[in-house]
């Protein structure tokens, strides 16, 4: 178990680097001027310096190396002295964005909380509702509340979210009044009061991207428990005169936990690229709304370090889920 | 080993078991002309049909997807309006014998514009399904096969999934879209490079569907006896592989083009997609969401068609995937 995290991990680098260039490769090929927005009655020589200001003078691979040192090296550096109180990172060039002049981390740590608390909630809100929606429509397989349940859940994936997230303004928002539409990112919880809105202004993307991703794992939460329920150790486990409720909910339900969790794993940071159409839905200025931003205005480092970062969730959440499988389930070997 | 590929290993061995048990029959067996046995000649594709007739879901969503097709390919020439004709003065206008659907902003006919739309969000869904397909079928049949090659294409399609998709999606379109336009038109250039970009990041399932099942044939008796007698590999590729993984790729094609669709009105939603004058049902809803307060059916007409389009697939899959999965048929 621990060679094959180990080895992973080591597979993991070149998959990164290699990411990160194919990234950059695509950004360097772009036609886009980050000066684009400049003036034209400012003089070419003028231009020049500016760009050699940005660092845009040097060669790619120049430029690719430099980054790489700043993402790996320089940016942990920073964030020890700040937790730390010492001073390695003095005088080291941290990533700035082109836009803002600002460290990129930092805007992105500005960001993060936002998207947290609107995507975690709604992944937290789907798995909940998911999953005995699952044990439910498996158990009484064919039932109407299992037709209900499959239809509902085409529907579910079928509906893009910026068309479920349109309909619930519509219909929420603008003609019964209940939510406001706009979520409003500088509401700062003190007290009931602001809370209640926070709550309020949460209600609707939550709903649009928990019925997404509800849709999704109840499937395959019906689809495990099916394949559990007629197994012999079940049949043993009624055999021996145990409740109907522990034989489903103890013993059914914990082996056919195993591969929706690993699913669930999966989906974590796919859900981080979905959420950036909720955010535009919702006007929610998180990551995807960044990145957006960005890329209109071809804010080579931001974006560069924002997809990377969607890459470096993506490659961990596939290990974590390949490694839980095999702590879960005992009889999963990878030597 | 991911999930899937021990899903099909277990499929395999039940398979295998499967023609071992019937083997065991020999007394079962049909005669040796089955013409005189059976009235009616059975084919593969007919059980399948039969099977798929049995899904009702499926079979409701097969007559809705092919009246769609026919509202976006006959309606035009039916409705002759044209969905970029101006008519300011009838801007804005709700439903009426006219305008069975209203206008637009523009007071352009939204009816005209619901089927020039659909043509376009249809064309790239199966445009980008089939470069998906191939792309996906190509590197599973080869990885699957040729022993080589299988660690570097599996590499290759595991640093595919590892790439963030969306985001590089608004990337490519984001920074090609100019010169391609140049090029090819804004048009054609847009669709060249829509159907391109998603045709080249949706590939990575189908691939490895079908490199299983070929890991799962490769194994069976009549592969062998065909390179028993020197079946060059190109041959037996064609021949004895590619109609025995048809079925996977069918129900991955299907559900291909709802991803495609999706995608791509995810794309014109974000405003990355078709030039404004070139109507698809994303680029209509993003239209429309500035004065969705005003004028909601706007946003709901083009939504439910994307919504109603996609769930007719996701159906249509659902039930070829019922009825090619030889364990279920015929139950």
């Given at each position: ?21 194919v ?11 980050p ?14 310096r ?25 940016e942990?550096?920073?964030w ?22 600002s ?12 998207t ?6 709604s ?21 109407w ?6 239809f ?9 979210t ?6 619930l303004?519509i219909?929420?928002?603008?003609k ?6 706009v979520?409003?990112t ?10 209640w ?22 499937r395959?939460?019906?689809?495990s ?5 007629n ?9 021996k ?22 699913v ?14 909720t ?25 560069l ?6 890459a470096?969730?993506?490659v ?20 | ?24 029959a ?18 593969q594709?007919r ?14 969503a ?21 969905p ?18 209203g ?8 009816l ?8 376009v ?17 190509l590197?599973?049949?080869?990885s699957?096969?040729f022993?080589?090659?299988?660690a ?26 100019e ?27 189908a ?7 070929v ?12 390179t ?24 991955a ?6 991803t495609?669709i ?8 974000l ?9 698809t049902?994303g ?20 939504g ?9 697939v ?18």
């Amino acid at each position: 178990m621990l060679t094959f995290t180990l080895r992973r991990l080591l597979l993991a680098i070149p998959t990164l680097l290699f990411i990160s260039l194919v990234i950059f490769l695509l950004l360097e090929a772009s036609p886009g001027d980050p000066l684009g927005d400049v003036p034209l009655t400012v003089p070419p020589e003028v231009k020049e310096r500016m760009r050699e200001a940005l660092g845009l003078g040097q060669a790619w691979y120049i430029r690719y190396v430099l980054w790489l040192k700043q993402f790996f090296w320089v940016e942990p550096l920073y964030w020890f002295d700040h937790f730390f109180g010492t001073s390695f990172s003095q005088g080291m060039q941290r990533v700035i964005s082109f836009q803002s002049r600002s460290p990129v981390f930092d805007v992105i740590a500005q960001r993060v909380p936002q998207t947290l608390t609107v995507v975690g909630m709604s992944y937290v809100v789907g798995v909940m509702i998911a999953i005995p929606i699952g044990i439910i429509s498996a158990y009484k397989q064919y039932s109407w509340f299992d037709q209900l349940g499959t239809f509902v859940s085409m529907i579910g994936f079928s509906m893009p979210t910026f068309f479920t997230g349109v309909v619930l303004i519509i219909i929420f928002g603008v003609k019964l009044q209940w939510f406001p539409s706009v979520y409003d990112t500088t509401l700062v919880v003190r007290d009931w009061d602001s809370f209640w809105a926070q709550v309020r202004q949460m209600v609707m993307p939550v709903t649009v991207l928990a019925l997404y991703n509800a849709a999704q794992i109840s499937r395959f939460m019906r689809a495990s428990m099916l394949s559990n329920l007629n197994q012999d150790y079940v049949r043993t486990a009624r055999a021996k005169g145990l409740s109907e409720r522990t034989v489903v909910l103890k013993h059914v339900l914990r082996n056919s936990l195993i591969p929706v969790i690993t699913v669930i794993a999966l989906g974590l940071p796919a859900v981080f690229g979905g959420a950036i159409i909720t955010e535009q839905v919702f006007k929610v200025n998180g990551l995807g709304q960044l990145l957006i931003t960005a890329i209109h205005a071809n804010d080579i480092p931001m974006v560069l370090t924002l997809t990377f970062i969607f890459a470096i969730l993506i490659v961990v959440f596939t290990l974590i889920a390949d490694i839980l499988y095999g702590v879960l389930d005992p009889r999963i070997r990878y030597d | 080993m991911t999930e899937s590929d021990r899903q099909h290993s277990l499929n395999t061995n039940e398979l295998i078991d499967e023609t071992a048990a019937a083997a065991g029959a020999v007394a079962a067996l049909p005669p040796d002309n089955p013409q005189i046995a059976g009235g009616e000649t059975r084919s593969q594709w007919r059980d399948i049909w039969r099977q798929f007739r049995s899904h009702r879901g499926a079979m409701v969503a097969l007559f809705l997807f092919a009246a769609t097709i026919l509202f976006v390919l006959i309606g035009p020439y039916l409705w002759t309006i044209d969905p970029t004709y101006v008519d300011i003065r009838a801007r804005n206008s709700g439903f009426s014998a006219a305008h069975p659907l209203g206008t637009d902003q523009l007071g352009r006919d939204m009816l005209a514009r619901l089927m020039a739309g659909g043509r376009v969000s249809i064309a790239v869904g199966l445009t980008a399904m089939i470069i998906a397909i191939t792309i996906g079928s190509l590197i599973g049949v080869l990885s699957g096969y040729f022993r080589r090659l299988d660690a570097p294409l599996m590499r290759m399609t595991e640093l595919f999934l590892a790439l963030p998709l969306l985001p590089l999606l608004l990337l490519m379109v984001t920074l090609f879209r100019e010169p391609l336009s140049k090029n090819f038109g804004p048009a054609l250039g847009i669709f060249i490079l829509i159907v391109t970009a998603i045709g080249a990041t949706s590939w990575m399932q189908a691939a490895r569907i079908v490199r299983g099942d070929v890991l799962g044939l490769k194994e069976r008796e009549f592969i062998l006896a065909a390179t028993s007698i020197g079946t060059p590999p190109r041959r037996m590729i064609t021949r004895h592989i590619l109609p025995n993984v048809l079925s996977p790729i069918m129900v991955a094609a299907t559900l291909g083009i709802a991803t495609a669709i999706i995608t791509e009105s995810a794309l014109s939603f974000l405003g990355l997609g078709f030039p404004p004058d070139f109507p698809t049902w994303g680029r209509l809803l993003y239209d429309a969401v500035d004065q969705m307060v005003m004028y909601p059916s706007r946003v709901i007409l083009p939504g439910l068609f994307i919504s109603l389009t996609v769930l007719c697939v996701n159906y249509i899959g659902d039930g070829l995937r019922d009825a090619m999965d030889p364990r279920i048929r015929g139950r």
